[in-house]
């Protein structure tokens, strides 16, 4: 998209200003969420002329135009959805059938839009019955809201349907089971139905604990569903109360920020594999994957890093921020693989928005926050060093930003020598 999506001149620094200070305001998230759904709604349509021929893929899209027409407020969170994203963007661009026939197949890549086009219907309260993949033949995901779990393995397609006295999913000769139209505070699992449980941050913005959808943690390979257990509920529950009170209290701006960008965690367990003690994802902004940590602080942390990755992948998506030539890779203070130019722009705006989060810590009277301020400040300040030194890398408005990120660093620098000077005994 083009720079001009910023004009004038003196807004488009406003934006990035507040931007590297992971802040941004009303009208900064507003152009951010309306990049991001206009993504996936291209995505959408591209997939529409690769397969409007198949009769999967016909259903799905009937199913999501008619929640366009009468519930449009639900077709235009579902394209800002993160999983709906992570589902869109798996099949981008759909693959052709190899025998060069019109369309797919059950399977590949009509399922995902089947799946988002149920659980769109759900969600406005449609009256619709429409054949639903079932993977392995055991589990049936509707991304946001749940899902059916099998108690055996079964035919590979099972049917939705909600007819005004309720919806329910039932594989050929068996037994419906009752899809129930409201997450619960926590997962029952009644009937082989688990919702997707949601946390209220301080009684404010609802977040889902989704460890249900195939595509939670961004990889091409789906992982199999996996109810969150009632000690896992109540233990995210805790961590987060006391998170969210330590960001409302200390850091009010950045928890208004976290709480208008978040709308999906992804508990990780050891057994999940990945290493990670937090992550997030190009293609489901608002989603945050976490370990589990007890420290309020170290938690809160995490959220704010992940938060302002989605920012930026969002920020991506408005406009060209690099223009590097394919194969550009250079070394980065937190991996020992050298890495992509965007690599390293995420890197130095997720870092030094952390630094941001742990200097205000240090402020307030934190002792605990000196070495994690000063490991995000260097490492902010070595990608950004490399970015700065490879000037062609970066398009006009790229370099707005990093000279913006640059500032914020300065200014935590001339500070900090401030109340150094400041804090030393009179001669």
Not at 119 to 145: E, Q, S
Not at 171 to 194: L, N
């Amino acid at each position: 998209m083009s720079s001009r999506s910023l004009s004038p001149r003196a807004s488009r620094q406003d934006f990035w200003e507040s931007l590297a200070a992971g802040t941004p305001g009303p009208a900064a998230l507003a152009a951010l969420r309306t990049a991001r759904r206009n993504r996936n709604l291209l995505l959408l349509r591209v997939a529409h002329r690769c397969h409007r021929a198949d009769p999967h893929w016909a259903a799905a899209v009937a199913l999501l135009a008619e929640v366009r027409r009468v519930r449009p407020e639900v077709f235009a969170e579902l394209l800002g959805d993160p999983e709906a994203g992570a589902w869109l963007a798996r099949h981008a661009p759909p693959r052709a059938p190899e025998d060069g026939a019109a369309g797919g197949t059950e399977g590949e890549p009509a399922a995902a839009h089947v799946y988002l086009g149920a659980a769109a219907a759900l969600g406005a309260g449609l009256r619709f019955r429409i054949r639903v993949p079932v993977a392995d033949g055991t589990a049936l995901v509707l991304p946001g809201l749940g899902a059916v779990l099998f108690p055996a393995p079964g035919p590979g397609a099972a049917t939705v349907l909600c007819d005004g006295s309720g919806a329910a999913a039932l594989r050929d000769g068996e037994r419906p089971v009752p899809i129930h139209g409201a997450p619960a505070a926590g997962p029952d699992g009644a009937g082989g139905w688990f919702p997707v449980p949601r946390l209220r941050l301080g009684g404010g913005a609802a977040v889902r604990l989704d460890t249900l959808d195939p595509l939670r943690l961004g990889g091409p390979a789906p992982l199999p569903p996996r109810p969150l257990s009632p000690a896992e509920h109540t233990g995210w529950a805790r961590r987060l109360d006391g998170t969210w009170r330590l960001l409302t209290e200390r850091h009010p701006e950045r928890a208004g920020t976290v709480a208008k960008v978040l709308r999906v965690l992804v508990p990780l367990t050891e057994e999940d594999g990945t290493g990670w003690r937090s992550a997030s994802f190009g293609d489901a902004t608002g989603l945050a994957a976490l370990s589990p940590v007890d420290d309020p602080a170290e938690l809160a942390a995490d959220l704010v890093h992940e938060t302002q990755h989605s920012l930026l992948y969002a920020a991506m998506d408005l406009v060209e921020l690099l223009d590097s030539p394919p194969g550009a890779r250079a070394a980065v203070p937190w991996s020992d693989r050298p890495r992509p130019p965007a690599a390293l722009l995420q890197g130095s705006s997720a870092f030094l928005v952390t630094a941001g989060f742990w200097h205000t810590e240090l402020r307030l009277g934190n002792p605990a926050a000196r070495r994690p301020y000063e490991h995000g400040r260097r490492t902010a300040a070595t990608a950004l060093a490399t970015l700065t030194a490879h000037d062609d890398w970066t398009t006009e408005e790229g370099r707005r930003l990093l000279g913006a990120l640059r500032t914020v660093l300065a200014s935590w620098e001339e500070r900090d020598r401030r109340e150094e000077r400041d804090r030393r005994p009179l001669p």
